[in-house]
């Protein structure tokens, strides 16, 4: 009897690892793409909405489709951080073409993080976001697993300059001390 009970309890064990595995295949997915090119319409029917560095938008009434943007900053985004609060961090999958990266986490507070972030000029380039260049976040459902519609994103993009600016600040950064320096040991001869 004790080996039928615990032969039941495996198979029901096993059978709640294959359901919850089956369900993340379910998840509903977000997209983003440069519009040049990538994306599956260029602007679409309504054109780019332009955004600044902090912006917020609402996932389409059926829950998925595309929503169009324009980065009218003025600044090259190296990240996008976007927050929402109606899917856990766990039920949703990304799929990017503009980054190095995408991560997902939940915050303190409940929300979840979906943070981009990273640029490369190499092979295969990751050129974040230009100032001026259009992309598209797009919601997909997966196997009926859907963003609930009107779900509200805050987004903000990062703009931290290149490295190459870095190592030019640091250059001058070290030429002004050494002036500095020179300055001050004539003063004290």
């Known amino acids: 009897m ?9 198979l029901l064990l096993v059978l709640g690892s294959a359901l919850a595995f089956a369900d993340s295949m379910n998840d509903p997915k977000i997209i983003i793409h440069n519009v040049a090119g990538n ?4 602007c679409g029917p309504k054109g780019c909405q332009n955004v600044g560095i902090n912006f917020s938008f609402q996932v389409p009434k059926f829950g998925k489709g595309f929503l169009f943007f324009t980065n009218a900053s003025g600044k090259n985004w190296t990240s996008l951080t976007l927050i929402e609060s ?7 999958s990304c799929k990017q ?11 303190k507070n409940g929300s979840v993080e979906i943070l981009l972030s990273g640029v490369s000029r190499g092979a295969n380039p990751h050129s974040g ?10 919601f997909a459902c997966v196997k009926k697993s859907c ?11 990062g703009t931290a300059p ?13 030429a002004i001390i050494s002036r500095r320096k020179k300055w001050m040991s004539r003063l004290k001869a």
Do not use: N, R, Y
Not at 39 to 42: I, L, M, R, T
Not at 86 to 92: G, L, Q, R
């Open 147 to 157: 963003w609930p519609g009107g779900t509200q994103f805050t987004a903000h993009a």
């Open 162 to 174: 290149e490295p190459g600016t870095v190592a030019l600040m640091v250059t001058g950064l070290g």
């Open 129 to 138: 976001i230009l100032a001026g260049a259009s992309f598209d976040i797009g």
């Open 86 to 92: 109606a899917v856990p961090a766990a039920d949703i």
């Open 97 to 107: 073409d503009v980054f190095l990266s995408c991560s997902i986490k939940t915050l």
């Open 2 to 10: 004790k080996i039928s009970q615990i032969s039941a309890l495996t």
């Open 39 to 42: 994306a599956p319409q260029s």
